[in-house]
T-cell receptor, first 116, second 115 residues
Framework: NAGVMQNPRHLVRRRGQEARLRCSPM?????VYWYRQLPEEGLKFMVY????????ESGMPKERFSAEFPKEGPSILRIQQVVRGDSAAYFC??????????????FGPGTRLTVL | GDSVTQMEGPVTLSEEAFLTINCTYT??????LFWYVQYPGEGLQLLLK?????DKGSNKGFEATYRKETTSFHLEKGSVQVSDSAVYFC??????????????FGQGTRLTINP
């Protein structure tokens, strides 16, 4: 059973460009979470999605950031017009909808975004 | 809101030393508590968890007990190895809508074990 997949692992963008980060959850998991880790800090929750629905985006900046989890395909975190402060590691996690493991999130390897 | 406070690092120990990394939390409800480990350049791996008061989570020689009276979840290991060098994150689950839970993380503690 493959784990959570994220790509790309490393992404370099110039200021003003767009960044697209992809996440495929573990098989059988329908809940996807995105977190951001700034250098030398802990992870901060950004958004929680289920298929075709954003459930909670309370941790996501109001401008330039968006997320989706379409019926088919991976979840996408999109950052428009990137700035240097967006440089961070972005982690995706997934969990099953129910059952004993529903409170446990499994993390992908992360995408490290560098904005020049 | 809910929060997690971890012992500040970095922590440097010699191989076979006893390890304690302190973690305390504030929460309005009854969260589950977790320790995650992050090796250099990698994502987070679940190390152990506890879902209710007095539960003890354990894995790979690491242990942590959910102490409701002191709101703590300290990580311990009796004899550390060089391979335990990593960053350790304490976290709690905070309820979102529709039954899902987000994780609230501490700032992380960098652990280095010298041979």
């Amino acid at each position: 059973n493959a784990g959570v997949m994220q790509n790309p692992r490393h992404l370099v963008r110039r200021r003003g460009q767009e960044a697209r980060l992809r996440c495929s959850p573990m098989k059988g998991h329908s809940h996807v979470y995105w977190y951001r880790q700034l250098p030398e800090e802990g992870l901060k929750f950004m958004v929680y999605l289920q298929k075709e629905n954003i459930i909670d985006e309370s941790g996501m900046p109001k401008e330039r950031f968006s997320a989706e989890f379409p019926k088919e395909g991976p979840s996408i975190l999109r950052i428009q017009q990137v700035v240097r402060g967006d440089s961070a590691a972005y982690f995706c996690a997934s969990s099953p909808a129910s059952g004993l493991a529903a409170d446990t999130q499994y993390f992908g390897p992360g995408t490290r975004l560098t904005v020049l | 809101g809910d929060s997690v406070t971890q012992m500040e690092g970095p922590v440097t120990l010699s191989e076979e030393a006893f390890l304690t990394i302190n973690c305390t939390y504030t929460a309005t409800g009854y969260p589950s508590l977790f320790w995650y480990v992050q090796y250099p350049g990698e994502g987070l791996q679940l190390l152990l968890k506890a879902t209710k008061a007095d539960d003890k989570g354990s894995n790979k020689g690491f242990e942590a007990t959910y102490r409701k009276e002191t709101t703590s979840f300290h990580l311990e290991k009796g004899s550390v190895q060089v391979s335990d060098s990593a960053v350790y994150f304490c976290a709690l689950s905070d309820l979102l809508i529709q039954g899902a839970q987000k994780l609230v993380f501490g700032q992380g503690t960098r652990l280095t074990i010298n041979p």
